[in-house]
């Protein structure tokens, strides 16, 4: 397994769309999520020339850095270590685990989707540091994926790995609860902040969500 320090808080994680941000600008939706309760944000971007990717992700990391919040990097190793991010986070169709650990070495963060058990036993197996259950539900914001692997898919997911698992696809706080229920250690969101006209106020209420649905399951665990 890899080891980062310190220690990451996947506990809501916020994945970046600008194609969402309505006109508002992009940095001020981030920090308001972050203002929020966000822990970790990840740049994902799919249309930017690499010279702008390291330029937005510098920027954004910059950013961050005033609130201690790690920086993840969608799809490129490159530019996660050009732009000093604490990690990047890679697909099933993104270079493979084990060959981003050899580049970023053990101080960086490596995530994978998965949608499988398989899945899951192979990144960890190659080194994952946490893994992206996708997705959850069916979402429009990325329509690209396998079957949606519901609640009983995350359940399955968590019985076969010990890594923190961070669940994307559908997530808002209506369905917080059942998320972390199902073994989820995170949630990570688009929409639910990206396109809310308060991402703010949409940050911390996630956040209220999965605190109470935290402190229901260990209620759960000891009676
Ligand atoms: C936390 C998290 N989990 C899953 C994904 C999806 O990654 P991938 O399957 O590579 O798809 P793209 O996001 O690259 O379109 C993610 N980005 N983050
Ligand atoms: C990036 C990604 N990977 C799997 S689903 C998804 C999009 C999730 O978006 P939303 O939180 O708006 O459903
Ligand atoms: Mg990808």
């Given at each position: 397994?890899?080891?980062?320090?310190?220690?990451?808080?996947?506990?809501?994680?916020?994945?970046?769309?600008?194609?969402?941000?309505?006109?508002?600008?992009?940095?001020?939706?981030v920090r308001e999520g972050v203002e929020g309760g966000v822990t970790l944000v990840q740049l994902r971007e799919k249309d930017l020339a690499v010279r702008d990717f390291v330029a937005c992700a510098v920027a954004l990391r910059n950013l961050l850095g005033?609130?201690?919040?790690?920086?993840?990097?969608?799809?490129?190793?490159?530019?996660?270590?050009?732009?000093?991010?604490?990690?990047?986070?890679?697909?099933?169709?993104?270079?493979?685990?084990?060959?981003?650990?050899?580049i970023v070495g053990r101080g960086r963060i490596v995530g994978v989707s998965v949608s499988c058990v398989e899945e899951a036993v192979k990144a960890e197996a190659q080194g994952a540091d946490y893994l992206g259950v996708s997705p959850v539900f069916s979402t429009p914001t990325k329509t690209d994926t396998p079957p949606a692997v519901g609640l009983e898919g995350l359940r399955a997911i968590r019985m076969a790995v010990r890594l923190p698992l961070v669940a994307i696809g559908g997530i808002k706080a209506e369905n917080a609860a059942d998320v972390i229920r199902a073994g989820a250690d995170g949630?990570?969101?688009?929409?639910?902040?990206?396109?809310?006209p308060e991402p703010r106020v949409a940050a911390r209420t996630l956040k209220a969500a999965i605190a109470e649905a935290r402190a229901r399951v260990r209620t759960a665990r000891i009676g």
């Amino acid at each position: 397994m890899g080891t980062v320090s310190p220690p990451v808080d996947y506990t809501l994680y916020l994945v970046t769309d600008r194609g969402l941000a309505a006109g508002r600008s992009f940095e001020d939706i981030v920090r308001e999520g972050v203002e929020g309760g966000v822990t970790l944000v990840q740049l994902r971007e799919k249309d930017l020339a690499v010279r702008d990717f390291v330029a937005c992700a510098v920027a954004l990391r910059n950013l961050l850095g005033e609130y201690r919040v790690p920086l993840i990097v969608n799809d490129r190793v490159d530019v996660a270590l050009a732009c000093g991010a604490a990690g990047v986070h890679l697909g099933q169709d993104d270079m493979d685990c084990a060959s981003a650990r050899r580049i970023v070495g053990r101080g960086r963060i490596v995530g994978v989707s998965v949608s499988c058990v398989e899945e899951a036993v192979k990144a960890e197996a190659q080194g994952a540091d946490y893994l992206g259950v996708s997705p959850v539900f069916s979402t429009p914001t990325k329509t690209d994926t396998p079957p949606a692997v519901g609640l009983e898919g995350l359940r399955a997911i968590r019985m076969a790995v010990r890594l923190p698992l961070v669940a994307i696809g559908g997530i808002k706080a209506e369905n917080a609860a059942d998320v972390i229920r199902a073994g989820a250690d995170g949630l990570a969101v688009v929409s639910a902040i990206m396109a809310c006209p308060e991402p703010r106020v949409a940050a911390r209420t996630l956040k209220a969500a999965i605190a109470e649905a935290r402190a229901r399951v260990r209620t759960a665990r000891i009676g």
